[in-house]
């Protein structure tokens, strides 16, 4: 083996793994989002933990409990869509269908920290932006193809 080789083969190592990072951190923030509203349901509140609703904002709401287990529900989606981008289990999916999937996510977590702006709870906003941060690396190397997604390159032998 080269040392051309070795330095390509250590480049793709180190990308793998950060490529598994972002995407481990994109799933994590979106568990992060799952169990503050799983939490919220239990508590039977709508609304971010650290925030204040106006009682007017629960008179469209029949189930609180039941709309925050909704939207666990609903955060579930971009947790599965990070994990599958990025383990092998993921190329049974068709690569188009997979990146649309990923975009979607960010869009999600782009959307998510959108409405956080408005909030004033900066701990919120801080764990969105190192979630966006996490979904942008991963959304690039998915386009790229880059080492440690599901749809990387094949290396070559030679």
């Not at 932006?129 to 030679?158: E, K, M, N, Q, W």
Request: proline share 4%.
């Amino acid at each position: 083996m080269t040392t051309s080789e070795v330095r390509a083969d250590a480049t793709a190592t180190r990308v793998r793994r950060l490529v598994r990072v972002a995407g481990l951190a994109t799933a994590g923030h979106w568990l992060l989002y799952v169990i503050e509203k799983v939490y919220l349901a239990g508590q039977g509140r709508i609304g971010m933990v650290g925030s204040t609703v106006s009682p007017e904002a629960y008179a469209g709401i029949s189930d609180p409990t039941l709309a925050q287990l909704g939207n666990a529900a609903f955060g579930l989606v971009p947790v599965a869509i990070a994990v599958l981008a990025i383990l092998p289990a993921g190329r049974r999916i068709q690569r188009p269908v997979l990146l649309v999937a990923v975009c979607l996510v960010l869009a999600l977590t782009l959307a998510l920290g959108a409405l956080l702006l408005g909030q004033g709870n900066w701990l919120h906003l801080a764990i969105s932006a190192a979630g966006l941060v996490a979904v942008v690396s991963l959304t690039a190397a998915s386009f790229l193809r880059l080492p440690g997604t599901a749809h990387a390159r094949i290396v070559s032998d030679r």
